[in-house]
């Protein structure tokens, strides 16, 4: 027995089964793309989507802040319309930002990092499922679906740069 199922057979109750995880990954900003965006500029995004994210991603259909302590965020969201979940969130400057959802068993993160040649770059990760989704047939599909979601935040990212609110 794994010490999964081991912990699990002592208090009665039933693994949860793991689901497939991905990350994907987007150049912030790829070659002909303006304004350019800074590193300072994503993250303060970035903090701001863990606690509005309806702007920048469709799926979720509500949003509550539970508590915000600066870098520890509680937010209640729904997801499509599926029943609203806790999420709780760890930000650290200014890099990489944990969402988990305990009921579900979903870790997520989304990361700033550069490439060899030092260009800005976003990642996001899903552990154990993405919430209010799945993953596609193929890496390629997946890649697709996750780095979009990536894309449409860097998108979303600009447009508030663009719009002053950045």
């Not at 794994?2 to 057979?9: L, S």
């Not at 863990?50 to 799926?59: D, L």
């Not at 979940?85 to 760890?90: F, K, M, N, P």
């Not at 979601?149 to 979303?156: A, S």
Request: with cysteine; charged share 25%; proline share 8%.
């Amino acid at each position: 027995m794994t010490p999964d199922v081991a912990a699990n057979a002592t208090d009665n109750t039933t693994p949860t089964p793991k689901k497939p995880s991905f990350a994907a990954t987007r150049p912030v900003n790829p070659p002909g793309v303006t304004p350019i965006l800074t590193h300072e500029q994503v993250w303060k995004g970035l903090a701001y989507k863990a606690r509005y994210p309806k702007a920048f991603m469709p799926v979720i259909t509500s949003c509550e802040l539970v508590e915000d302590h600066g870098d520890k965020v509680v937010r209640s969201v729904r997801f499509g319309d599926a029943e609203p979940v806790d999420e709780y969130i760890d930000l650290y400057e200014p890099t990489i930002i944990y969402f988990e959802i305990p009921s579900r068993g979903n870790r997520i993160t989304n990361f700033l990092s550069y490439d060899v040649n030092d260009n800005l770059l976003l990642t996001f990760t899903f552990a154990n499922g993405i919430p209010g989704g799945s993953l596609k047939d193929s890496v390629q599909e997946s890649n697709k679906m996750i780095g979009g979601g990536v894309e449409r935040t860097i998108n979303k990212l600009r447009e508030m740069v663009k719009a002053g609110e950045l």
